[in-house]
Protein backbone atom coordinates (compact mmCIF):
# COMPACT_ATOMS: atom_id res chain seq x y z
CA UNK A 1 0.00 0.00 0.00
CA UNK A 2 3.28 2.01 0.38
CA UNK A 3 2.65 3.28 -3.18
CA UNK A 4 -1.20 4.54 -2.73
CA UNK A 5 0.21 6.58 0.47
CA UNK A 6 2.68 8.28 -1.27
CA UNK A 7 0.32 9.02 -4.39
CA UNK A 8 -2.11 10.48 -2.03
CA UNK A 9 0.13 12.61 -0.04
CA UNK A 10 1.58 13.99 -3.39
CA UNK A 11 -1.67 14.99 -4.84
CA UNK A 12 -2.76 16.92 -1.75
CA UNK A 13 0.24 18.39 -2.02
CA UNK A 14 -0.14 19.42 -5.28
CA UNK A 15 -3.53 20.47 -4.86
CA UNK A 16 -4.29 24.27 -6.69
CA UNK A 17 -4.95 25.81 -3.42
CA UNK A 18 -5.40 29.29 -5.19
CA UNK A 19 -8.73 27.92 -6.92
CA UNK A 20 -9.64 25.99 -4.29
CA UNK A 21 -11.63 28.34 -0.97
CA UNK A 22 -10.90 25.55 1.27
CA UNK A 23 -7.85 25.19 3.73
CA UNK A 24 -5.55 22.42 3.43
CA UNK A 25 -6.40 20.88 6.57
CA UNK A 26 -10.12 21.15 5.77
CA UNK A 27 -9.79 18.93 2.63
CA UNK A 28 -7.68 16.31 4.95
CA UNK A 29 -10.47 16.32 7.06
CA UNK A 30 -12.79 14.93 4.26
CA UNK A 31 -10.11 13.07 2.46
CA UNK A 32 -10.12 11.31 6.06
CA UNK A 33 -13.25 10.66 6.47
CA UNK A 34 -14.41 9.71 3.11
CA UNK A 35 -11.77 8.02 1.32
CA UNK A 36 -11.44 4.74 1.76
CA UNK A 37 -9.39 2.06 -0.37
CA UNK A 38 -9.91 -1.69 -0.87
CA UNK A 39 -7.03 -4.07 -1.17
CA UNK A 40 -6.79 -7.67 -1.64
CA UNK A 41 -6.01 -9.66 1.53
CA UNK A 42 -5.19 -13.38 2.57
CA UNK A 43 -7.71 -13.86 5.27
CA UNK A 44 -10.49 -11.95 3.35
CA UNK A 45 -11.96 -10.88 0.30
CA UNK A 46 -10.98 -7.16 1.10
CA UNK A 47 -9.18 -5.34 3.83
CA UNK A 48 -10.88 -1.70 3.91
CA UNK A 49 -8.79 1.30 4.85
CA UNK A 50 -10.04 4.35 6.12
CA UNK A 51 -9.30 7.77 5.45
CA UNK A 52 -7.67 8.06 8.55
CA UNK A 53 -5.65 4.84 8.30
CA UNK A 54 -4.16 6.62 5.42
CA UNK A 55 -3.48 10.09 6.81
CA UNK A 56 -2.88 9.10 10.03
CA UNK A 57 0.81 8.49 9.63
CA UNK A 58 3.78 8.76 7.02
CA UNK A 59 3.77 6.30 3.97
CA UNK A 60 7.43 4.43 4.36
CA UNK A 61 9.81 5.50 1.82
CA UNK A 62 10.20 3.97 -1.29
CA UNK A 63 13.40 1.38 -1.24
CA UNK A 64 15.90 1.41 -3.75
CA UNK A 65 18.41 -1.12 -4.40
CA UNK A 66 19.96 1.85 -6.76
CA UNK A 67 18.33 5.50 -5.52
CA UNK A 68 16.22 6.67 -8.45
CA UNK A 69 17.40 3.81 -10.79
CA UNK A 70 16.51 0.44 -9.63
CA UNK A 71 13.73 -0.28 -6.83
CA UNK A 72 13.93 -2.47 -4.20
CA UNK A 73 11.31 -5.67 -4.70
CA UNK A 74 10.05 -4.29 -8.08
CA UNK A 75 10.15 -5.31 -12.11
CA UNK A 76 12.96 -2.86 -13.77
CA UNK A 77 12.78 -3.49 -17.84
CA UNK A 78 16.16 -3.24 -19.24
CA UNK A 79 15.05 -2.40 -23.18
CA UNK A 80 17.28 -1.73 -25.69
CA UNK A 81 18.48 -3.92 -29.31
CA UNK A 82 20.34 -6.78 -29.27
CA UNK A 83 24.22 -6.34 -29.25
CA UNK A 84 23.95 -2.51 -28.03
CA UNK A 85 25.76 -3.99 -24.44
CA UNK A 86 22.82 -4.52 -22.14
CA UNK A 87 24.62 -7.51 -20.71
CA UNK A 88 27.80 -5.55 -20.25
CA UNK A 89 25.95 -2.72 -18.70
CA UNK A 90 24.33 -5.02 -16.38
CA UNK A 91 27.64 -6.49 -15.61
CA UNK A 92 28.88 -2.94 -14.68
CA UNK A 93 25.88 -2.95 -12.09
CA UNK A 94 26.26 -5.77 -10.32
CA UNK A 95 29.56 -5.20 -9.84
CA UNK A 96 28.87 -1.69 -8.28
CA UNK A 97 25.62 -3.10 -5.96
CA UNK A 98 27.58 -6.35 -4.42
CA UNK A 99 30.22 -3.06 -3.33
CA UNK A 100 27.54 -1.09 -2.74
CA UNK A 101 29.86 1.66 -4.53
CA UNK A 102 27.77 4.35 -6.84
CA UNK A 103 26.95 3.26 -10.23
CA UNK A 104 27.61 6.28 -12.21
CA UNK A 105 25.45 9.33 -11.27
CA UNK A 106 23.34 7.10 -8.72
CA UNK A 107 23.87 5.91 -5.19
CA UNK A 108 24.06 2.74 -3.70
CA UNK A 109 22.79 2.41 0.05
CA UNK A 110 24.27 -0.65 0.57
CA UNK A 111 26.07 -3.62 -1.35
CA UNK A 112 23.35 -6.42 -2.30
CA UNK A 113 23.30 -9.91 -2.86
CA UNK A 114 22.60 -10.55 -6.83
CA UNK A 115 22.37 -13.31 -9.08
CA UNK A 116 22.41 -13.19 -12.97
CA UNK A 117 21.08 -15.50 -15.18
CA UNK A 118 22.89 -15.52 -18.85
CA UNK A 119 20.18 -16.99 -20.63
CA UNK A 120 22.15 -16.12 -24.08
CA UNK A 121 25.86 -16.62 -23.41
CA UNK A 122 28.30 -19.14 -22.26
CA UNK A 123 30.27 -19.32 -18.97
CA UNK A 124 33.45 -18.79 -20.15
CA UNK A 125 32.15 -15.42 -22.12
CA UNK A 126 30.41 -14.34 -18.64
CA UNK A 127 33.41 -14.38 -17.22
CA UNK A 128 35.50 -12.19 -19.18
CA UNK A 129 32.78 -10.10 -19.11
CA UNK A 130 33.13 -10.08 -15.01
CA UNK A 131 36.64 -9.46 -15.55
CA UNK A 132 36.45 -6.35 -18.10
CA UNK A 133 33.81 -5.05 -15.73
CA UNK A 134 36.05 -5.19 -12.66
CA UNK A 135 39.35 -4.02 -14.43
CA UNK A 136 37.65 -1.14 -16.39
CA UNK A 137 37.28 0.86 -13.08
CA UNK A 138 40.29 -0.55 -11.09
CA UNK A 139 43.08 -1.32 -13.53
CA UNK A 140 45.51 -2.48 -11.49
CA UNK A 141 42.56 -4.64 -10.01
CA UNK A 142 40.10 -4.31 -7.60
CA UNK A 143 42.13 -4.99 -4.00
CA UNK A 144 41.60 -7.95 -1.79
CA UNK A 145 38.19 -6.45 0.30
CA UNK A 146 36.84 -5.28 -2.61
CA UNK A 147 37.50 -9.10 -4.39
CA UNK A 148 36.26 -10.21 -1.31
CA UNK A 149 32.64 -8.52 -1.72
CA UNK A 150 32.41 -9.43 -4.97
CA UNK A 151 32.76 -12.84 -4.10
CA UNK A 152 30.30 -12.85 -1.78
CA UNK A 153 27.53 -11.50 -2.86
CA UNK A 154 27.68 -12.10 -6.60
CA UNK A 155 26.25 -15.58 -7.92
CA UNK A 156 26.00 -16.67 -11.93
CA UNK A 157 23.93 -19.22 -13.45
CA UNK A 158 24.18 -20.46 -16.74
CA UNK A 159 20.93 -20.75 -18.27
CA UNK A 160 21.91 -20.83 -22.33
CA UNK A 161 21.57 -24.72 -22.61
CA UNK A 162 18.89 -25.09 -20.12
CA UNK A 163 15.74 -25.45 -22.50
CA UNK A 164 13.10 -26.30 -19.71
CA UNK A 165 13.37 -22.83 -17.74
CA UNK A 166 10.59 -20.76 -18.61
CA UNK A 167 9.24 -18.10 -16.72
CA UNK A 168 7.20 -19.25 -14.11
CA UNK A 169 6.15 -18.77 -10.11
CA UNK A 170 7.89 -21.71 -8.82
CA UNK A 171 11.47 -21.59 -10.67
CA UNK A 172 11.73 -17.94 -10.39
CA UNK A 173 10.93 -17.77 -6.64
CA UNK A 174 13.91 -20.62 -6.13
CA UNK A 175 16.09 -18.21 -8.24
CA UNK A 176 15.31 -15.61 -5.85
CA UNK A 177 16.14 -17.18 -2.71
CA UNK A 178 18.10 -15.06 -0.65
CA UNK A 179 18.94 -13.02 -3.61
CA UNK A 180 18.21 -9.09 -3.45
CA UNK A 181 18.26 -8.55 -7.28
CA UNK A 182 17.89 -11.36 -10.22
CA UNK A 183 18.68 -10.47 -13.65
CA UNK A 184 17.23 -11.98 -16.76
CA UNK A 185 18.85 -11.37 -19.85
CA UNK A 186 17.42 -12.20 -23.13
CA UNK A 187 13.63 -12.06 -21.42
CA UNK A 188 12.32 -13.91 -25.16
CA UNK A 189 14.41 -16.90 -24.14
CA UNK A 190 12.71 -17.95 -20.97
CA UNK A 191 8.95 -16.53 -21.46
CA UNK A 192 6.86 -19.68 -21.71
CA UNK A 193 6.34 -21.06 -25.23
CA UNK A 194 3.55 -20.06 -27.50
CA UNK A 195 3.68 -16.60 -25.91
CA UNK A 196 2.98 -13.58 -27.32
CA UNK A 197 4.51 -10.42 -25.28
CA UNK A 198 2.72 -8.27 -28.52
CA UNK A 199 -0.43 -9.65 -27.26
CA UNK A 200 -1.84 -8.13 -23.88
CA UNK A 201 -2.80 -10.93 -22.59
CA UNK A 202 0.18 -12.97 -22.46
CA UNK A 203 2.83 -10.31 -21.96
CA UNK A 204 -0.02 -9.32 -18.20
CA UNK A 205 0.45 -12.81 -17.36
CA UNK A 206 4.13 -13.26 -17.09
CA UNK A 207 4.47 -9.58 -15.75
CA UNK A 208 2.10 -10.59 -13.40
CA UNK A 209 4.22 -13.26 -12.65
CA UNK A 210 7.45 -11.62 -12.11
CA UNK A 211 5.88 -8.88 -9.81
CA UNK A 212 4.19 -11.29 -7.68
CA UNK A 213 7.74 -13.12 -7.36
CA UNK A 214 9.30 -9.90 -6.79
CA UNK A 215 7.02 -8.80 -3.93
CA UNK A 216 7.17 -12.21 -2.26
CA UNK A 217 10.44 -12.70 -2.76
CA UNK A 218 11.33 -9.18 -1.49
CA UNK A 219 13.51 -9.26 -4.50
CA UNK A 220 14.17 -7.04 -7.10
CA UNK A 221 13.86 -7.94 -10.63
CA UNK A 222 15.80 -6.68 -13.78
CA UNK A 223 14.67 -8.33 -17.30
CA UNK A 224 16.76 -7.74 -20.37
CA UNK A 225 14.20 -7.14 -23.37
CA UNK A 226 15.16 -6.82 -26.91
CA UNK A 227 13.84 -3.69 -29.17
CA UNK A 228 13.26 -3.65 -32.91
CA UNK A 229 16.41 -1.74 -34.88
CA UNK A 230 15.16 2.12 -34.70
CA UNK A 231 14.73 3.79 -38.20
CA UNK A 232 16.59 6.62 -38.57
CA UNK A 233 16.55 9.73 -36.18
CA UNK A 234 13.83 7.96 -34.38
CA UNK A 235 14.79 8.35 -31.09
CA UNK A 236 14.49 5.53 -28.31
CA UNK A 237 10.92 5.74 -26.00
CA UNK A 238 9.67 3.03 -23.96
CA UNK A 239 7.97 1.69 -26.60
CA UNK A 240 10.45 0.83 -29.00
CA UNK A 241 10.61 -2.75 -27.50
CA UNK A 242 8.79 -5.61 -29.14
CA UNK A 243 5.64 -5.75 -26.78
CA UNK A 244 7.38 -3.16 -24.23
CA UNK A 245 3.95 -0.59 -25.05
CA UNK A 246 2.43 -3.37 -22.75
CA UNK A 247 5.04 -4.40 -20.84
CA UNK A 248 5.78 -0.90 -19.50
CA UNK A 249 2.71 -0.44 -18.22
CA UNK A 250 2.68 -3.35 -15.67
CA UNK A 251 6.80 -2.63 -14.51
CA UNK A 252 7.41 0.11 -11.98
CA UNK A 253 10.47 1.01 -14.07
CA UNK A 254 12.08 1.11 -17.65
CA UNK A 255 15.40 1.48 -18.47
CA UNK A 256 16.79 2.03 -22.72
CA UNK A 257 20.32 2.00 -23.53
CA UNK A 258 20.93 3.14 -27.34
CA UNK A 259 23.96 3.76 -29.20
CA UNK A 260 25.45 7.28 -29.60
CA UNK A 261 26.77 7.95 -33.02
CA UNK A 262 29.95 9.79 -34.64
CA UNK A 263 27.94 13.52 -34.60
CA UNK A 264 26.61 12.77 -31.22
CA UNK A 265 29.57 11.95 -29.47
CA UNK A 266 31.37 15.28 -31.51
CA UNK A 267 28.76 17.79 -30.05
CA UNK A 268 29.61 16.13 -26.84
CA UNK A 269 33.19 17.02 -26.80
CA UNK A 270 34.11 13.22 -27.07
CA UNK A 271 36.20 11.25 -28.89
CA UNK A 272 34.36 10.20 -32.38
CA UNK A 273 36.78 7.23 -32.92
CA UNK A 274 35.31 5.71 -30.27
CA UNK A 275 32.16 3.88 -29.51
CA UNK A 276 29.71 4.74 -26.69
CA UNK A 277 25.93 4.31 -25.23
CA UNK A 278 23.06 6.65 -23.75
CA UNK A 279 21.66 5.26 -21.09
CA UNK A 280 17.61 6.63 -19.67
CA UNK A 281 15.49 6.42 -17.50
CA UNK A 282 12.40 5.74 -19.63
CA UNK A 283 9.82 5.33 -17.10
CA UNK A 284 9.61 5.69 -13.55
CA UNK A 285 6.67 5.25 -10.84
CA UNK A 286 9.11 6.39 -8.15
CA UNK A 287 11.43 8.79 -9.17
CA UNK A 288 12.44 10.90 -12.22
CA UNK A 289 13.10 9.85 -15.68
CA UNK A 290 15.79 11.21 -17.59
CA UNK A 291 15.39 12.91 -21.81
CA UNK A 292 18.73 13.38 -22.27
CA UNK A 293 20.38 10.63 -20.76
CA UNK A 294 23.85 9.29 -19.21
CA UNK A 295 26.53 8.19 -21.57
CA UNK A 296 28.55 5.54 -21.29
CA UNK A 297 32.33 4.42 -23.00
CA UNK A 298 32.48 0.94 -24.49
CA UNK A 299 36.44 -0.62 -23.08
CA UNK A 300 38.74 -3.26 -23.23
CA UNK A 301 36.55 -6.80 -23.18
CA UNK A 302 33.54 -4.75 -23.96
CA UNK A 303 32.81 -3.17 -20.68
CA UNK A 304 31.15 0.13 -20.32
CA UNK A 305 32.11 3.27 -18.16
CA UNK A 306 30.36 6.51 -17.53
CA UNK A 307 32.15 9.45 -19.10
CA UNK A 308 31.32 13.18 -18.13
CA UNK A 309 30.37 15.08 -21.35
CA UNK A 310 30.84 18.67 -22.41
CA UNK A 311 28.51 20.45 -24.83
CA UNK A 312 30.26 21.88 -27.94
CA UNK A 313 27.77 23.92 -29.54
CA UNK A 314 27.80 25.84 -26.25
CA UNK A 315 31.39 26.21 -25.85
CA UNK A 316 31.42 27.71 -29.35
CA UNK A 317 28.09 29.82 -28.81
CA UNK A 318 30.34 31.26 -25.87
CA UNK A 319 33.37 32.04 -28.07
CA UNK A 320 31.39 33.66 -30.58
CA UNK A 321 29.82 36.55 -28.25
CA UNK A 322 33.07 37.27 -27.05
CA UNK A 323 34.47 37.94 -30.11
CA UNK A 324 31.23 40.36 -30.80
CA UNK A 325 32.00 41.84 -27.32
CA UNK A 326 35.00 43.24 -28.96
CA UNK A 327 33.00 44.88 -31.95
CA UNK A 328 30.98 43.90 -35.17
CA UNK A 329 32.47 41.35 -37.55
CA UNK A 330 31.38 40.15 -41.03
CA UNK A 331 29.72 36.80 -41.17
CA UNK A 332 31.43 34.87 -43.56
CA UNK A 333 34.58 35.60 -41.16
CA UNK A 334 32.96 34.45 -38.17
CA UNK A 335 31.92 31.24 -39.80
CA UNK A 336 35.18 30.57 -41.60
CA UNK A 337 36.89 31.37 -38.73
CA UNK A 338 35.40 28.72 -36.39
CA UNK A 339 35.55 26.44 -38.90
CA UNK A 340 39.09 26.68 -39.07
CA UNK A 341 40.21 26.47 -35.13
CA UNK A 342 36.70 24.98 -33.34
CA UNK A 343 36.82 22.05 -36.84
CA UNK A 344 33.45 21.80 -37.14
CA UNK A 345 31.20 21.48 -40.49
CA UNK A 346 30.51 24.89 -41.70
CA UNK A 347 26.64 24.48 -41.58
CA UNK A 348 27.41 23.31 -37.57
CA UNK A 349 28.63 26.85 -37.31
CA UNK A 350 25.84 29.01 -39.45
CA UNK A 351 23.45 26.47 -37.25
CA UNK A 352 24.74 28.18 -34.02
CA UNK A 353 24.77 31.43 -35.41
CA UNK A 354 21.27 30.97 -36.43
CA UNK A 355 20.20 29.82 -33.17
CA UNK A 356 21.88 32.87 -31.82
CA UNK A 357 20.21 35.19 -34.04
CA UNK A 358 17.20 33.24 -32.51
CA UNK A 359 17.24 33.80 -29.30
CA UNK A 360 18.20 37.78 -29.94
CA UNK A 361 21.76 36.63 -28.26
CA UNK A 362 23.62 38.56 -31.48
CA UNK A 363 22.23 40.88 -34.69
CA UNK A 364 22.66 41.00 -38.02
CA UNK A 365 22.88 44.46 -40.06
CA UNK A 366 23.84 44.98 -43.89
CA UNK A 367 25.92 47.33 -44.71
CA UNK A 368 27.27 48.51 -48.44
CA UNK A 369 30.75 49.26 -49.03
CA UNK A 370 31.94 50.12 -52.10
CA UNK A 371 29.82 48.04 -54.46
CA UNK A 372 29.77 45.22 -52.14
CA UNK A 373 27.30 44.63 -49.36
CA UNK A 374 28.90 42.78 -46.14
CA UNK A 375 26.40 40.88 -43.30
CA UNK A 376 27.72 42.09 -40.20
CA UNK A 377 26.84 40.43 -36.82
CA UNK A 378 27.06 42.41 -33.87
CA UNK A 379 25.89 42.23 -30.15
CA UNK A 380 24.53 45.46 -28.82
CA UNK A 381 26.94 46.42 -26.57
CA UNK A 382 29.58 46.54 -28.86
CA UNK A 383 27.86 47.80 -31.89
Same mark, same amino acid.
Given at each position: ???????????????????????????? /???????????????????????????????????????????????????????????????????????????????????????????????????????????????????????????? $?? /???????????????????????????????????????????????????????????????????????? /?????????????????????????????????????????????????????????? $????? /???????????????????????????? $???????????????????????????????????????? $??????????????????????????
Amino acid at each position: MAAYYSALLDAVDAWEWSKDPRSKPELV /TILESDFVIAAKAPDSRFTRITGSGLFGADPPPVKWLVRHCLPAEEVTLLIGEGGVGKGHLSMSLCVSLALGEPFGPWDVPAPARILISNCEDAENEMRRRVKAAVYARWPQGPGKERLELLEK $NF /TYVDLSTDTDFFVEEEQLSNLCLNQDLVIIDPFFKVMPKGTDVNKQVDAAKVMSVLSKVAHLSACSLLIGHH /TRKPHQDEKMTVHSGSGSHVLKDLARQAMGLEGVSRVEAEKMMLDPTQKYVRLKILKS $NYGPT /TDVGYVLRRVEGGALTFVEVGNVDEEVR $NLILLKLAEGPCIYEAVVDNFVIYQGLSKKRIQDIIKELL $NDNKVFLSTRVEGVNRRNYLYVPSAA
